[in-house]
T-cell receptor, first 109, second 115 residues
Framework: GQNIDQPTEMTATEGAIVQINCTYQ??????LFWYQQHAGEAPTFLSY??LDGLEEKGRFSSFLSRSKGYSYLLLKELQMKDSASYLCAGMDSNYQLIWGAGTKLIIKP | TAGITQAPTSQILAAGRSMTLRCTQD?????MYWYRQDLGLGLRLIHY???????GKGEVPDGYSVSRANTDDFPLTLASAVPSQTSVYFC??????????????FGPGTRLTVL
């Protein structure tokens, strides 16, 4: 079956670094997406990885290991506005996204 | 550019009634999707359309129907609502389904309560 696993909730301190892990099992693989979703709002795209390695975009980076079925999202210099849910999604052979339940990130001052 | 719009923003519906959730995009995207999002669960795909004139069933299609008469619009209909359809519904679109970075753009959502 297809499955995406990520922690339910994480807490971090403003200014610190946090890593949100995601493991995936999909029927075929056409990439791994990370989205951010603030409470009561729509998901917005953060990153896409299809090859192994690290993709850096400002304070946010995303890593993929296809052999391990593993990805992580790294957030640096945390700000209060980073408090949100972070959704991991794998794209299967039919180009459909399989979504994790999301990781709620709480930032404390 | 508006991107994707959904209507209504929220709705309370009596069980057994029908309702259509509207979704319109102005990005000329080929593919469109309907998801529901429930607490503790990931986004679940209800129906999708890879191009105008075609539709397909997602993970949880029962009780829902869709149509794709043109590129821009993708309405979702609940023929006879039940309380288990209480959820937040998101419409999304993407350029296409084959190859490359197929980012999905989401509408603001419709919060539906079925009593």
């Amino acid at each position: 079956g297809q499955n995406i696993d990520q922690p339910t909730e994480m807490t971090a301190t403003e200014g610190a670094i946090v890593q949100i892990n995601c493991t995936y099992q999909t029927s075929g693989f056409n990439g791994l997406f990370w989205y951010q979703q603030h409470a009561g709002e729509a998901p917005t795209f953060l990153s896409y990885n299809v090859l192994d390695g690290l993709e850096e975009k400002g304070r946010f980076s995303s890593f993929l290991s296809r052999s391990k079925g593993y990805s992580y999202l790294l957030l640096k210099e945390l700000q209060m506005k980073d408090s949100a849910s972070y959704l991991c999604a794998g794209m299967d052979s039919n180009y459909q996204l399989i979504w994790g339940a999301g990781t709620k990130l709480i930032i404390k001052p | 550019t508006a991107g994707i719009t959904q209507a209504p923003t929220s709705q309370i519906l009596a069980a057994g009634r029908s309702m259509t959730l509207r979704c319109t995009q102005d990005m000329r995207h080929n593919a469109m999707y309907w998801y529901r999002q429930d607490l503790g669960l990931g986004l679940r795909l209800i129906h999708y359309s890879n191009t105008a004139g075609t539709t397909g069933k997602g993970e949880v299609p029962d009780g829902y129907s869709v149509s794709r008469a043109n590129t821009d619009d993708f309405p979702l209909t609940l023929a006879s609502a039940v309380p288990s359809q209480t959820s937040v519904y998101f419409c999304a679109s993407s350029e296409g389904t084959s190859g490359g970075h197929n980012e999905q753009f989401f509408g603001p959502g419709t919060r539906l309560t079925v009593l």
